[in-house]
């Protein structure tokens, strides 16, 4: 309280440029928020933990599928906690997100869990008003208590991987982008806690990995499924 009523004793440019800076920094905290929600798969335990993820970013886009895990997994890191991406473990090669890369990953890192984050909606924020992309009722999403799985098989890969190859990347560019991260646990590949991330505002990927990453690793150690 004594720093505020300094500022206050300012006058004159000073006091014009602290106010200034202050509403800068107010209109930028409005105008960027990250929101994040979590909610436990239905009929599973709430008092599961998790020492060793497997990061998976599903997207087509290598180079942001990539860059995305590895962030993801660098952030969840601790003490206590060990994380690797899918790019990372499948090798120099990337292969394709399947049932089978996955499988293989989990096996060979000795995953306990697979973090899946797949983008839902996006809507990019473009000069003339802008374009929407939208994932359409096939991808899963929270609902209650529990989740819509539509043609997502385990850990939540495509199924039909045609159909995925034309997908957006998981974050997108600038604008707003709505993504879901599900924690799979990998004795039966059960979905276990799902987080709902939406953003705004976003100017470009490096913003968006900023933003988003920290929200994601704060919400899984809020509930302890990480510590």
Known sequence: MRNLSAHHR?????????AGLALT?????????????????EGVPHNQTFSKLLVVAVTPDINQRCAFE????DDLRSATVAARSSCEELGAEKEPLTLESIERAVASYGADAVL?????????????????????DAYYKPIGM????????????????????????????QGTVHITTTV???????PVYIIDTQATNLQSREQSLT???PRITNRLRQDRLVR
């Open 70 to 73: 590895r962030d993801l997994a």
């Open 10 to 18: 300012l006058s004159g440019p000073a006091s014009l440029l602290t």
């Open 25 to 41: 920094i107010m209109a930028g905290c409005v105008a960027q928020p990250v929101t994040s929600t979590g909610v436990w798969g």
């Open 211 to 213: 933003e988003i990453v």
């Open 116 to 136: 899946a984050t797949r983008l839902v909606d996006s809507s990019m924020g473009l000069k003339e008003g802008g374009t929407r992309e939208t994932q359409g």
């Open 184 to 190: 799979f646990e990998t004795r039966g590949a059960t």
């Open 146 to 173: 529990g989740y819509d799985m539509g043609y997502w098989g385990a850990y939540g890969v495509p199924v039909v991987y045609g159909q995925f190859e034309t997908a957006p990347s998981v974050i997108t560019l």
